[in-house]
């Protein structure tokens, strides 16, 4: 499979995770009980996650926003920022069981479905908005070979959030609909950078709030903004104590400081 080789956006080390070994490959397939695709595990030990090149891949059923395709901005690795993350999304977002998540975001995945093979499974394409399940490649060797650059539209041109500021997503955050949230926690994640404390104090009144599903999309998002920046530690002090208050996320505190532990070990390792 040449086109392996040539697929990574090597310009950027976002989503890339330490090389894989034999032994890592093992205990992710002991630890998810299944057997990767051998294309998967091949492109794996060129670069184990990462930005590919080409981020579209063709579908009849694609987001609103997406004219002909449905958009692939990370693959993600072996490990416990990439793949190993399945059985956390399949619990938070109802996600079907028996499946790998390998790209997507809070409304839509990609995912590796194991629900009726035990090897080599067909790619599926889940919208939690809609509660959409749909095959979109018959291998994961496929799905590589079906990878393309898409034209932009004017609305995807520049900005992956076109005419989005920070005050519109908070705004978006005080209402009620789960896909602004969403679209609004992704652009604080974009644009992290100089809003880390605006971020922090927001995530804490969003713990606080009576709605049990925006208080989920919070807690999970506190995880994913420790990819960009480290939370004060007085701030997540607050958050655990206000987490193991609340009946609704009282279980995930242990979770949410395992990760944070894993993705600061992980930083440390690399300075």
Known sequence: MEEIHVIWDVETDEYKLPELTDRMLAAAETRLGVK???????????????????????????????????????IYGVGEEGILQSPYLIKEWGLPKE?????????????MDYRTVKSEPPIIFVDADNERIVPVASSFADFLTGLYTAELSEDEEGDIYPGLSAEQALEALAGEDEANWILSFNYFYENAAGQERLIEQ?????????????????????????????????VMQEIYSKMEQDEVLKEAVPELREYIQIVQDASYGDK
């Open 36 to 74: 990767l695709p051998e294309s998967y595990v091949e492109l794996m030990r060129v670069q184990n996650g990462g930005v590919p090149v080409d981020q579209a891949f063709s579908c009849d059923i694609k987001p609103d926003w997406a004219d002909d395709h449905v958009p692939v901005q990370q």
């Open 99 to 111: 499946i790998v998540v390998f790209s997507g975001d809070g409304h839509m995945w990609l995912a």
């Open 202 to 234: 927001k995530m804490l009144e969003l713990l606080g709030t009576s709605s049990k599903q925006l208080k989920n999309l919070a807690a999970h998002y506190i995880m994913i903004y420790h990819e960009k920046f480290s939370f004060g530690e007085q």
